[in-house]
C-alpha cells in the first residue's frame, strides 16, 4: 500500500512509523515534509499533488479538514481518513470529495511522546485497507475501539475542553511554594499541568475552539467559589455521587 499524509507535524509522522505502508508527505510547508521524509524511508511531493495514492491520511488541523479532503480526495483510489481530532465534519467532507473510497475518521487520544494510546475510530465505509490500518495501529499497542461522531465530539467537551480548561486555570493562578507543601491532590495537578503545557498552543486553541465545555467549567468553579458553607457541602457530596468506585466520573 502507498500512503500519503497530508500534514507532516508529529501525528502525521506517528501515523506514517506505525502502519506498513510506502509513505510520502505532503504539507503547507514544503520543509517540513521533507524534514518528515529524511528522517524515515519516505519521499515529500508538492502540495496539492495529482498523483495518486492507495489511501489518503488528512494530518491536518480540524479547521484545515474541508479544504484538504477536497484537495486530496480526489487522488484516494481505495482509502481516505483523518486523524484531525473531530468526526462528524471530516467525515461529511470526505464522503462529498472521495463518494467511493473507504472512509474513516480515528482519533488518537494521546501526544505521539506518550504512545501507545487509546485511538477512537468512526468507520464510515469500511474494506481491507482500512482493515489492515487498524491492525497495524492495534499491533503497535495501540487500543483501537468504535464509536460514533455525536458521541466522540460530545466526549471531546469534556475530556478536552473542558478537562484542559480546568487544568490550564490551575496552571495561571498555582503558586510558587516550597516542595514540601506539596499534598497528593496538588502533586497530581503539577504533573497534568506539565503534561498539558508541553504541547503546542496552536493545537490547544483549536481544540477549545472547536469543542464547548470550557464554559461548563467556568459555570461550576463560580459555583463552588461563591457557595456557602451547606451550598458547598451539597456540591462535594454530588461531586462524590459523580465518581464511583471505579474512579470514573459520571454525572447524574
Request: aromatic share 6%.
Amino acid at each position: 500500500m502507498n500512503l500519503l499524509v497530508v500534514g507532516a507535524g508529529e501525528m502525521g509522522r506517528w501515523l506514517a512509523d506505525t502502519v506498513d505502508a510506502e509513505v510520502a508527505f505532503t504539507d503547507a510547508d514544503p520543509s517540513v515534509a521533507a524534514d518528515a521524509a529524511a528522517a524515515r524511508e519516505a519521499r515529500r511531493v508538492a502540495p496539492g499533488t495529482d498523483e495518486r495514492f492507495d489511501a489518503v491520511c488528512l494530518a491536518v488541523p480540524m479547521s484545515a479538514i474541508p479544504a484538504a479532503a477536497e484537495t486530496y480526495g480526489p487522488i484516494a483510489e481505495r482509502a481516505i481518513f483523518d486523524i484531525s481530532g473531530i468526526m462528524a465534519d471530516p467525515l461529511r467532507a470526505m464522503a462529498e470529495h472521495a463518494p467511493d473510497c473507504e472512509r474513516a475518521s480515528l482519533h488518537p487520544l494521546f501526544a505521539p511522546p506518550r504512545v501507545p494510546g487509546n485511538v477512537a475510530v468512526v468507520t464510515e465505509s469500511d474494506g481491507p485497507t482500512l482493515s489492515a490500518i487498524r491492525d497495524d495501529l492495534t499491533a503497535a499497542g495501540n487500543t483501537v475501539f468504535e464509536t460514533t461522531p455525536d458521541e466522540h465530539d460530545q466526549a471531546m467537551e469534556a475530556v478536552q475542553a473542558g478537562a484542559h480548561t480546568a487544568v490550564l486555570a490551575y496552571a495561571l493562578v498555582a503558586e510558587d511554594i516550597r516542595p514540601e507543601f506539596a499534598t497528593p491532590v496538588s502533586t497530581q495537578l503539577q504533573a497534568v499541568s506539565a503534561t498539558v503545557t508541553e504541547g503546542s498552543p496552536e493545537v490547544y486553541a483549536e481544540i477549545q475552539s472547536t469543542f464547548d465545555g470550557a464554559d461548563a467549567i467556568v459555570a461550576a468553579a463560580r459555583e463552588i467559589a461563591e457557595a456557602d458553607d451547606e451550598q458547598f457541602a451539597e456540591l462535594y457530596r454530588q461531586a462524590k455521587r459523580n465518581v464511583g468506585a471505579d474512579g470514573r466520573v459520571r454525572h447524574e
